[in-house]
T-cell receptor
Framework: GAVVSQHPSWVICKSGTSVKIECRSL??????MFWYRQFPKQSLMLMAT?????????EQGVEKDKFLINHASLTLSTLTVTSAHPEDSSFYIC??????????????FGEGSRLTVL | SQQGEEDPQALSIQEGENATMNCSYK?????LQWYRQNSGRGLVHLILIRSNEREKHSGRLRVTLDTSKKSSSLLITASRAADTASYFC???????????FGQGTTLQVKP
């Protein structure tokens, strides 16, 4: 089945540094990917929709200059947390639409990236 | 923004028992999906039910949908310790083009 790979699975960084998280669709092309954020024992909050070849669409309240999203190819989307602070510590999960199921179908999720900012 | 509530927030049962989780949502939907998340991992799609369907089965899973009440339930029969995970409902609305998740139910199945 379709696989979404996310890297790194965990990262620890110092406050003020930037961190890049990669999301790859391994055996299918994903024109659209979604980035979610999850705090401990909470649900997933949609941060942004990443569109190949165009600008990402951010949800209300998500700072686009803080969370840079680039979807330069049909198999790769990246999320860069710029000038990270401790409050950015969270679990970030990417997903892509399952191929052949249209816009309303299931999503395939990466394994998530746990970011800890010291 | 979250779509709705899931009930209960936490559920603890013995292996072999059935587990029922409920989900309510607020807006009109094209479909409702259930996902499973093991601790610290990504989500895995379990089942999708369309807005014109009332019930769907997949193995030990049974999902119902009541669009008049804007609610859905997930039943896991003959639970196993390996079913221990968080379960999320998610709704897709063509109005928004997004999949929005509920709060989730944490299920613990004791061996």
């Amino acid at each position: 089945g379709a696989v979404v790979s996310q890297h790194p699975s965990w990262v620890i960084c110092k406050s003020g540094t930037s961190v890049k998280i990669e999301c790859r669709s391994l055996d299918f092309q994903a024109t659209t990917m979604f980035w979610y954020r999850q705090f401990p024992k909470q649900s997933l909050m949609l941060m942004a929709t990443s569109n190949e070849g165009s600008k990402a669409t951010y949800e209300q309240g998500v700072e686009k200059d803080k969370f840079l999203i680039n979807h330069a190819s049909l198999t790769l989307s990246t999320l860069t947390v710029t000038s990270a602070h401790p409050e950015d510590s969270s679990f970030y999960i990417c997903s892509a639409r399952a191929p052949g199921q249209g816009y309303t179908g299931e999503l395939f999720f990466g394994e998530g990236s746990r970011l800890t900012v010291l | 923004s979250q779509q709705g509530e899931e009930d209960p927030q936490a559920l603890s049962i013995q292996e072999g028992e059935n587990a029922t989780m409920n989900c309510s949502y607020k807006t009109s939907i094209n479909n409702l999906q259930w996902y499973r998340q093991n601790s610290g991992r990504g989500l895995v799609h379990l089942i999708l039910i369309r807005s014109n369907e009332r019930e769907k089965h997949s193995g030990r899973l049974r999902v119902t949908l009541d669009t008049s009440k804007k609610s859905s339930s997930l039943l896991i029969t003959a639970s196993r310790a390996a079913d221990t995970a968080s379960y999320f409902c998610a709704t897709y609305s063509s109005n928004t083009g997004k999949l929005i998740f509920g709060q989730g139910t944490t299920l613990q199945v004791k061996p």
